[in-house]
């Protein structure tokens, strides 16, 4: 079983629809394959038309296997299911501080379902806390969607400064371009300018796309209702590199 | 998730249900959406001795273009469930013609060479329903079975459905399980399999060609014959469909096979018909089987040539094929005229004379053995084979001449048929382990006897070759190989038989035939046991 994150300081650069198709691409390639939606605003269990999860007994999430697994929900779609975000998920930082071995409670969790699944994709919420460092100790691969902007990347650079400042292994760490535009000079001066910088970012880029923007009005992975469109292209290709970098 | 596998419950619904009621009772609670209706002809498949269903595994072929198996029996007929074998045609019904695959392994072993052929043919329709919520998602999943006559697509003969869970909605799975029982779909009580047969009125009779007797000691020996031999002729007679359609060479085999039990009983048991019936019998059971020898001839032959081209150095192994070409040839035509035969009146007014006499006992003058219990037949017949062959075998050393080895098979062969027809009368066990000790015996000197078949029929074919052609040099040169390769695998069989024969004739075994084949003993109150 391996261990995906979608992760990114910074809020609004493409972490969900990220996740909804890779996870939608994982299963069709045959993986077994759970999307642990971690942000309690919840788009990426909105986007599979799941309701938020029931409320549940504070610390459920990290206590208790088969309280865990009640919460699971198929979706739509064969091999894939979805742990629907939940608010109590608002408090996990608080609840995190209360436990003993508070950064790798996440790991131990997900450990426990490593015989149900081949394949466990993280949505996370835009944050740096002890929410993010569970995620950095479970996850085998991080995935940053990064925008070619200045601002984006700044973060990207506190990122790598947060990781080598506190001992985590920077090589997890899996950049990529994301809601790039083509016809934005800027966008084009960045992404080369980093690249050279970072030469781990991935190669496949993915562009901005209203394709990808309609994703709320179809409730669906791009992969599911616009297959043959770039978009749904792109996250293949991002798929398949990641595949051979797992 | 994998582990938690989901329980799928499949149900049967009444043949009077119609879609429309089906749709509004699911529409009760849910948004019932179509995702998938396809009509077409679908053949059950099996062999002729239902070696799938014995082993509760289903295989369909679909239009003629693809075979689906399903290894769980919970899936069958679940389009999304089922190991697709692609592009196949109408033809395609041995093993060794599939692509190859897992799949095909595991038919090999099933099916060894017996045909895959449609037992039973039908429309199949198969729709696929999502029972949703009002966000469009997935609550429940629903698939509907109908199977119907290809002329009559609007009554079906059967119709199930199967309700498939999706992870985390057990109250929506109860709920729709809930509506198929009011539209009053019922949890069949045999197997997936069984009652999907059950409902199209199959009803699978695994084929043995061995008698299978449970013969009542006490019973005189003349019915004890007849009822053989009339259960041999019914497995005969059984096989007939078979050849004449060509369906595999294992038909005209047991075909065969069963003849052959019938003449050994009139025969071995000749005692207790009239002599003169004996002679007439031999000669009518003996024709039947001479008609056959020559299809059966070419069927080994053509069956073995992978072997065959094994055998052979490379550059020789093409000057074999014009003669497998011929082969194949030949046996077209061999199996045309076959065929015809079984067909014709001749034949059939044969059977049914052949039948109707042992049918109900063969009624004809007492003989000195005719009315004496079976049993004492038995037991006199078993020894005195056994003991031919065992004296014989003691004979046997490393200069015996083939034929003598010949000879000890043919012994074999009739103890073995001896077996067949009684040993529903002896200890279960005991003679299960005898027949066991002959079995092994029959396989090495069956080896030997083949080989020297191969090589007598590779001889005769080699005698009426023309010389001229390049293309005769080359089999002829082929053959010589082949008949040399054959000579040197028959020389080592030899060695094996003499130790086997050895083995089979040593005091154990002495021992385990005079205890196994014996009289019951007779108490005080004349009860008998064993």
Known sequence: MKVVASYSIKGGVGKTATSVNLAYAAARAGNETLLIDLDPQGASSFYFRIGPGKKQKKGFFFNQKNHLLKNIRGSNYKRLDILPANLSFRNFDIMLHSMSKSKKRLKEMLDLLKNEYDLIILDCPPNINLLSENVFNAADLILVPVIPTTLSERTYEQLIHFFENNGYKKKKIQPFFSMAQSNNKLHHQTIKEMEDRYPNFMKTIIDFSLEIERMGVHRDPVLAYANKKSAAQAYRKLFNEIVTSL | ?530
């Open chain 2, 1 to 530: 998730m994998k582990l938690s596998k989901i329980r799928q419950t499949r149900y049967l619904l009444p043949d009077s249900m119609t879609k429309k009621s089906f749709l509004d009772t699911l529409g009760q609670h849910f948004i019932v959406k179509q995702i998938e209706n396809n009509l077409e002809k679908f053949a059950l498949l099996d062999s002729f001795e239902w070696a799938l269903y014995e082993h509760r595994i289903m295989a369909v072929r679909h239009e003629n273009q693809r075979i689906s198996l399903w290894f769980e029996e919970e899936d069958i007929l679940d389009p999304d469930m089922a190991h697709n074998i692609e592009h196949i045609s109408a033809k395609t019904r041995f093993w060794w013609e599939f692509p190859e695959s897992s799949e095909r392994d595991i038919l090999k072993k099933l099916l060894d060479l017996r045909a895959l052929y449609p037992v039973y043919e039908a429309m199949l329709r198969t729709e696929q329903f999502n029972l949703m919520d009002d966000d469009g998602k997935i609550l429940v999943f629903c698939q509907l079975i109908t199977i119907s006559y290809p002329e009559n697509i609007r009554t079906p003969i059967l119709r199930m459905a199967k309700i498939i869970p999706v992870t985390g909605y057990k109250t929506e799975n109860k709920q729709a399980i809930e509506l198929l029982k009011s539209l009053g779909g019922f949890i069949p009580r045999l197997s997936p399999i069984d009652s999907l047969l059950g409902a199209l009125g199959i009803t699978p009779k695994p084929f043995s060609i061995k008698p299978g007797l449970k013969l009542d000691p006490k019973i005189s020996s003349r019915t004890a014959a007849s009822t053989i031999i009339s259960i041999m002729i019914h497995k005969q007679r059984q096989t007939e469909h078979g050849v004449i359609k060509d369906i595999d060479s294992e038909f005209l085999h047991h075909y065969r096979v069963a003849l052959r039990m019938i003449r050994a009983a009139v025969a071995q048991l000749k005692e207790v018909f009239p002599p003169q019936d004996v002679i007439s019998l031999k000669q009518r059971f003996g024709a039947l089987a001479s008609e056959t020898n020559y299809l059966r001839d070419l069927d080994v032959f053509i069956l073995d040539k992978e072997r065959y081209m094994g055998l052979l150095p490379p550059s020789l192994k093409d000057g074999l094929l014009p003669m497998f070409n011929d082969f194949e040839q030949s046996r077209a035509v061999e199996v045309k005229r076959i065929a015809r035969w079984l067909s014709s009146r001749a034949y059939k007014q044969e059977m049914t004379e052949l039948e109707t006499l042992f049918e109900n006992g063969y009624s004809a003058l007492e003989t000195h053995w005719s009315e004496q219990p079976i049993i004492e037949l038995a037991v006199s017949k078993i020894q005195k084979r056994y003991k031919k062959i065992q004296k014989a075998a003691s004979k046997i050393t490393h200069n015996t001449a083939d034929e003598d080895i010949h000879e000890i098979r043919i012994n074999c062969k009739k103890l073995r048929y001896l077996l067949y027809f009684f040993g529903s009368l002896f200890n279960k066990k005991q003679v299960k382990v005898a027949g066991r000790h002959l079995k092994k015996l029959q396989n090495t000197l069956g080896i030997f006897n083949d080989l020297s078949v191969q090589t007598e029929f590779l001889e005769n074919h080699l005698d009426q070759i023309e010389h001229q052609s390049r293309k005769n040099i080359l089999l002829i040169a082929s053959l010589g190989g082949l008949i040399s390769s054959l000579h040197t695998m028959q020389m080592q069989e030899r060695e094996k038989c003499i130790a086997a024969l050895a083995v089979f004739s040593n005091g154990r075994n002495q021992g385990l035939f005079k205890q196994t084949f014996v009289l019951p003993v007779t108490n005080k109150k004349g009860k008998s046991s064993q």
